[in-house]
């Protein structure tokens, strides 16, 4: 028997006010931890990180729409790019900022691939601050119709190791040794985190997708774990079953609706965070967060920057006005969060405004106003 971890005040409640699944755009946006506490006069200060790429548009959305909205938010805006550097002032402030207001919503930030020692800020602020679970919903929304219909299940990925370590050297010239990281101890807390939110989202079934055949004693780790884990949950009823991540991959495609909630290590997730969002229609629709014991930050759940179309006022905002939504309940404000979240319902279902990559040629703004229509 694993001992168990102690879950602190707010992650606890968090789990305890998820209430059960219902057909509406609140089972997008969940409730996911206690508030920090309000400003005097009931307003809250939320850290801003528009991103690279379309961010600056999607961040001038959701801000739009908020002001529409009469949301009692004040932003601590940072204009960091993944470009900067660890010890730019500018990161620096940001980081600080995140640690007093305890919540952020930030946009997606470019990692370069070429720039060796150039740290993610991604990574860097989800280890700083132990944002160990990321949580990715992917869920068929009326009105945008897609290949697979039915599609409901929730991803939730360890953030802190595994591949995204950050340990590789050259041992020798042309060798090079990434070393992946695997612990009991964080295993055990994911498995528990996602087991919890099954519970209290009325889910059936945790899946746990690995590649212990190969890596047997990493990905064994990871897998035993959360066998260890199942086994406590088993009297409430929750079904554990284990897929291999290549399998999981093909599986993905052809018959999604075999899914509830998928737990895995850092990479995958990463990767199948974007085949879920492929099949829900895209990075512009899906919404996430990256949450831990203190700290909550709430981004797309899909990691694309979209510098192809920067400039052009033709992204869909969707994924970060979600996502804010997903904010609200976290501070909640589950009057405005169901106010938003069902003028962004109201408005993909209508289809008189629809995003390039929803099969039309509005732009953002004509859908932020649209929202702002239906609120």
């Known amino acids: 028997m694993l001992r168990s971890i102690a879950l602190s005040k707010p992650l606890a409640a968090t789990l305890t006010k998820m209430g059960p699944r219902a057909m509406s755009t609140s089972t997008i946006v969940p409730q996911l931890q206690d508030a920090p506490n309000a400003k005097l006069g009931g ?3 939320v850290t801003l990180i528009p991103g690279d790429g379309v961010g600056q548009e999607t961040s001038s959305a959701v801000k739009t729409i908020f002001k529409a909205a009469n949301v009692p938010v004040d932003w601590e805006q940072f204009d960091v790019s993944g470009y900067t550097s660890a010890d730019d002032k500018t990161f620096k402030q940001s980081v600080e900022s995140l640690r007093r207001n305890k919540v952020g919503l930030k946009g997606i930030l470019y990692t370069p691939v070429s720039s060796l020692g150039h740290s993610s800020f991604n990574v860097t602020i989800r280890k700083d601050l132990d944002m160990y679970a990321s949580l990715v919903l992917c869920k068929n929304i009326p009105g945008y119709p897609t290949r697979h219909e039915g599609v409901d299940f929730a991803i939730i990925r360890e953030n802190t190791e595994g591949e995204y370590s950050g340990l590789e050297h050259q041992s020798y010239p042309g060798v090079v040794e990434s070393l992946k990281v695997i612990t009991r101890t964080k295993s055990e807390r994911i498995a528990r985190f996602a087991f919890d939110f ?10 746990c ?12 780790l990871f897998l035993n774990t959360c066998r ?7 009297s409430s009823g929750i079904k554990f079953d284990d897929m291999i991540v290549d399998n999981a991959s093909m599986q993905l495609v052809s018959r999604p609706q075999q899914f509830d909630v998928m737990v895995m290590p850092n990479l995958y997730g990463n990767i199948v965070s974007n085949v879920g969002a492929g099949l829900v229609g895209g990075p512009g629709i899906v919404p996430g967060c990256n949450i831990g014991r ?3 930050m709430f981004e797309p759940g899909c990691r694309h920057v979209g510098k192809d ?3 052009r006022n033709s992204a869909n905002p969707s994924a970060l006005i979600l996502s804010s939504v997903m904010m609200l309940r976290h501070l909640g404000l589950d009057d405005h969060a169901n106010k938003i979240a069902n003028a962004v319902s109201k408005t993909i279902l209508s289809g008189a405004v629809k995003t390039p990559d929803m099969g039309g040629s ?3 703004t ?3 106003f649209a929202v702002i229509s239906n609120l």
């Open 43 to 45: 307003r809250y200060t």
């Open 198 to 207: 099954a519970l209290r989202n009325n889910r059936k079934k945790v899946t």
């Open 209 to 220: 997708i690995h590649k212990a055949n190969i890596m047997k004693l990493a990905d064994g």
């Open 228 to 234: 260890e884990v199942a086994k406590e949950y088993a």
């Open 294 to 296: 203190e700290f909550a």
């Open 309 to 311: 179309i920067q400039g």
């Open 362 to 364: 509005s732009t953002t």
């Open 366 to 368: 004509d859908f932020t």
